[in-house]
């Protein structure tokens, strides 16, 4: 199950095996295409000894091309299939990878009983969350009595989906961005570290073309340290210059692959890593020190004291804990491991340069898979890593934990989109300044040779302040809190976000630079809304929180509302301008409760017959559902109806019998009630709920369905105005 593509990536080679793969793609450029390649005219079982060897050097491009040309002379040889899937799961091609698994085990579940647990695990990386949760639900369900081991990972793999979901519902106040092309390539990218607020140290290949691999031309293809300088008097925050080499003590060479360079806390001493290769581009990295004397970084030392034991060891950080000075790294050595890559720690004496021998960081952080990159942040005591043993959104995820440096509690996914449906690395934050951060990852939108997934590139996380509207909801008539409501935040985008409360309590993450409206929903009762606006909130701001109310009244039978300063021209049903903000306001209304059908009820005064008056009424009433259409309300949600002089809100006459001004303007007034109140309306998904959106809504219409028979006739009311409320 391990992956070959991820030895590389975990030793921080910065190269892949995509690289490997495009090197041989080169090599053999004559034979590009099929008519000039002795190969694809071998016979059927030379040519599948042909792909099964560039499967074993790692060669998975290639080898795609030749089990492709297989698989089109033996379409339903699952062998086949599951090549292809392993090729694409190597190369990181997300999408083709689930389908050949799913397909072989469609063929040959016995044969290849994994294959739908891989199928989940190539879904979850594409951010396809419920497909892969039934993925690993069918793999469980399928195999009671066996591969228990592996049933316990799809476990973990199904929680780390629902973290995700949840996640990306409530995402960090983060923006993030690609460092751009003066930063990226083609190739992978890794191990940041910002210099100050000015330029940014990191290793890369910088290539944007497939190379040659040969012992003769190493400096082609060697990673090595580069330096990009932030761009000054640009629009764009963080907008890098074209990298130079770093050639501060002469670090790179071209017999190895570098990367991962640490400071000492005294800048006195700069550790990083040497990867060199051996048979088969397999690759062990080490360990060195340059220390800073006499003006100069003097000659790398390759450190003992047993971090150098056995395996890989890299990505040293260095950093105090407290008053010690520890270098942390990580390490695949068997001895003291818990599994896979863990994460090391030496406390170093800085008196006599003497380092402590090696201590696993602990079950706090290490699994029995992956742990990577560590960065300690000595100013707010945090350990930051990557790991793929804990429940995670994709691959690798960057988690924290405070402590340090042997014992740690508050072990955090950093969310999204930090952490996403790819592979996250190398989280470092600033060293100055507001605590903007970098961070490794393949996901999309990097800087690709072949799929857009299969390289890593290096991403700046730029932190928003932190905004939170906390609220309640409140029942107007009785002044308490409201138990069951569904609360609704929507921006100007009409993005929807709704939060299930079970006591009227709330709580949103928001953003800067929306506008939001918060309205409650619930069977039988109206919403008034509450807004917040944060147009004017900068990225430099503090964090802030903002408490809002929202109020809501209980429909009754005779739930009637007028609504002021709704005016017409004189024996005329056309709306006067001073209108419109009453009638925005009722659409605003509709809008936050959409289940509601309402009937628009209009009225004169007495000058003018009966027969005159209710037909101008009716007129009038039509205009206002006519602007409300305009304003985006359904037009089956609104009934219009004109009663004319007939009950009057006030005398039309004064005592006296003459003339009343006042009384007559009262009674020219138009009055809406509610008189359907429809649930399907309003289907809201309730994660608190058991069942996806449609199952829910599909329960709700059934629910409806049921009760017709025993509600009332909703038109049993119309024509009966009753009391107002304003």
Known sequence: MRKNWLLLILATVLVTIQFDANAQQQRKEKYRNKANDPVSKLPYYKKLRWADGLFKEGSYFNAIEYYQQLKQEDERNPYLTYQLAECYWMTRDYAP?????????????????????????????????????????KFIADNPKTFKKLKKQAQREIEGANMAMNSIKNPEAVTILNAGPNVNSAYTESAPLPLGDSALLFSTMRQNNPVEINKKDRDEYMSRFMVSH???????????QWPLEFRDGGFNTNKAHVGNGSYSPGGDRFYFTKCAEEDSLKVICKIYVSKFEKAKWGEPELLGEGINEGGSNTQPYCAKVGKKEVLFFSSNRSLQSRGGYDIWYSVIDPRNNTYRRPQNAGKQINTEKDEQTPYYDSRINKLYFASNGWATMGGFDIYSADGGPSRYTNLTNLGYPINSAADEL?????????????????????????????????????????????????????????????????????????????????????????????????????????????????????????SVTIYMDEITPVYTFAVSNVYYDYDKATLRPESVASLDSLSSFLKDN???????????????????????????????????????????????????????????TANNGKDNPTGRQLNRRTEFRIVTDVPTRRILYNSAKPGNMDEQSKNLIQDESMNEDSEADPESEVGKPGSRVK
């Open 230 to 240: 932030k761009q000054a008097y640009v629009d764009r925050v963080d907008s890098f």
């Open 97 to 137: 990878a689930a389908n050949y698994y799913a397909e072989v085990y469609a063929m040959s579940s016995k044969l290849y009983p994994e294959a739908i647990f891989k199928s989940g695990i190539m879904l979850k990386q594409q951010g396809r969350y419920d497909d892969a949760i039934a993925a690993f639900n």
């Open 426 to 546: 190398y989280f470092v934050k600033d060293p100055l300044g507001k605590p903007d951060a970098y961070v490794v990852s393949n996901r999309v939108g990097s800087i690709a040779l072949k799929n857009p997934t299969c390289c890593d590139d290096i991403w700046r996380i730029q932190y928003e302040p932190k905004l939170v509207v906390l609220g309640k909801v409140i029942d107007r008539k009785s002044q308490q809190p409201m138990t069951e409501v569904v609360v609704k935040m929507v921006d100007q985008t009409g993005d929807l976000k709704t939060f299930n409360s079970a006591d009227g309590n709330f709580g949103f993450n928001i953003g800067r630079g929306k506008s939001y409206v918060f309205t409650g929903d619930k069977q039988g009762f109206a919403s008034t809304r509450a807004s917040v606006n944060t147009m004017d909130v900068k990225r430099t701001d503090p964090d802030d929180t903002v």
């Open 594 to 652: 959409p289940s509601f059908t309402v009937e628009v009820y209009a009225f004169t005064d007495s000058k003018g017959t009966d027969a005159y008056n209710k037909a101008l009424s009716e007129r009038r009433a039509q205009a206002v559902i006519d602007y409300l259409v305009g304003a985006g309300i359904e037009q089956s949600r609104l009934i219009a109806k004109g009663f004319g002089e007939s009950m009057p809100a006030a005398s039309n």
